[in-house]
């Protein structure tokens, strides 16, 4: 069985930094792609970055100076480093893992995340993430 546990989430001021953390278990590290995404209260969901499985990483274009994903397989935990965190990044976080692999620029240009990982991704319930100016 499956099962992602999101945690690092919290209550910060503008320009601060936050790192998410997503303990994974059960998972077959050896192909597709995990990642981060967020919904803003009345938005939808959106992407953030991804890594595949031979690490490289993609983001969705306005977040990329500013996060960073990484992950560590021992320790089964993938990240989500932010920094100089703004009001407007505010909203749950999300990690996600699919044995089909995903790329956030393609995410980014379709508009939304596709149906086929919401149905059939992997899934946490969330971290909550609040930027005060």
């Known amino acids: 069985q499956v099962h992602l546990a999101e945690s690092g989430g919290g209550s910060v001021q503008a320009g601060e930094s936050l790192r998410l953390s997503c303990l994974i278990s059960?998972?077959?590290?050896?192909?597709?792609?995990m990642g981060w995404f967020r919904q803003a209260p009345g938005k939808e969901r959106e992407g953030v970055a991804a890594?595949?499985?031979?690490?490289?990483?993609s983001y969705v274009s306005s977040l990329k100076t500013r996060f960073t994903i990484s992950r560590d397989k021992r320790k089964n935990t993938l990240y989500l480093q932010m920094d100089s965190l703004k009001p407007e990044d505010t909203g749950m976080y999300y990690c996600?893992?699919?044995?089909?692999?995903?790329?956030?620029?393609?995410?980014?240009?379709?508009?939304?995340?596709?149906?086929?990982?919401?149905?059939?991704?992997?899934w946490g319930q969330g971290t909550q993430v609040i930027v005060s100016s």
């Open positions: 996600a893992a699919s044995p089909r692999a995903f790329h956030m620029i393609a995410i980014q240009n379709l508009g939304h995340v596709p149906q086929s990982l919401l149905d059939s991704g992997y």
């Open positions: 890594i595949d499985d031979d690490g490289s990483t």
């Open positions: 059960g998972y077959i590290y050896n192909r597709g792609s």
